[in-house]
């Protein structure tokens, strides 16, 4: 999303700045060009529809050193516009997510957290927790709620070290609460996994998140 604008940011530039273009008297079609590609960066954001005529006015205002609201506020707006559209596309991942973890929580051993983690204790563990500033090393198993597998240390056969503020805010909200030796498995709401913006070719967008989680030592 914040691409789209610093391509428009961009634009914007090319068009106030290049003083050969505005004498060219291709002026004209390095203009529409402009506007084609400002569009085609839209539609690829998943933006079908837009009021030219507003699109023009912002332009123009910018270019004219009287816009009626800052980038701030026009960031915001344009973000907050964008994430509702990928919400109303991607609905069906939002719907199966929000069922399974109603679900989910009605089963025996499956503790909620305030933050709509869930997690069960599959091993409990007796060592030291981490702390958020900490490296840990841990074996994982993650999959989509249908089973897929989309990662797996187990699978390779090989441990991951990272710090536990530089993983996924389910992660991170997990492993400080886990014994060294622990093994637990995490159900992670999309807003506590990858969100709208999903991860690779099989996290999608406001995917539900299952990891299976081994806390091997504190590094």
């Known amino acids: 999303m914040k691409n789209s604008l610093i391509i428009v940011v961009m634009a914007i530039c090319f068009v106030a700045t290049s003083t050969w273009a505005q004498k060219s008297e291709k ?3 390095i203009s529409y060009s ?3 590609l400002i569009a085609q960066n839209f539609k690829q954001q998943g933006l079908e529809e837009v009021q030219s005529k507003d699109v023009a006015e912002g332009i123009s205002d910018v ?5 009626k609201m800052d980038v701030e506020e ?4 344009f973000s907050e516009h964008m994430q509702k559209i990928q919400m109303e596309k991607h609905s069906g991942n939002v719907e199966a997510g929000k069922k ?3 679900e989910n929580a009605k089963k025996d051993g499956v503790i909620t957290l305030p933050s709509g983690l869930q997690y069960m204790v599959m091993k409990e563990g007796t ?3 981490p702390k958020a500033t900490d490296k840990v090393t841990t074996h994982y198993h993650g999959t989509l709620i249908d089973g897929t597998v989309f990662d797996s240390s187990v699978d390779r056969g090989q441990p991951a070290t990272f710090p536990v503020n530089g993983v996924i805010a389910a ?3 997990a492993l400080q609460l886990m014994p060294t030796g622990s093994k637990w498995k995490l159900f992670c709401p999309s807003e506590l ?8 070719q099989q996290i999608g967008p406001f995917a539900t998140l299952i990891f299976e989680v081994e806390l091997i030592s504190i590094n």
């Open 63 to 67: 270019l004219a050193g009287n816009a």
């Open 27 to 29: 002026m004209d079609s």
């Open 127 to 129: 060592g030291p927790k």
């Open 34 to 36: 402009l506007g084609v």
């Open 100 to 102: 399974f973890l109603e």
């Open 171 to 173: 992660w991170v909200e």
């Open 74 to 77: 026009a960031n915001a707006i």
């Open 193 to 200: 996994a990858y969100g709208e913006r999903g991860a690779g």
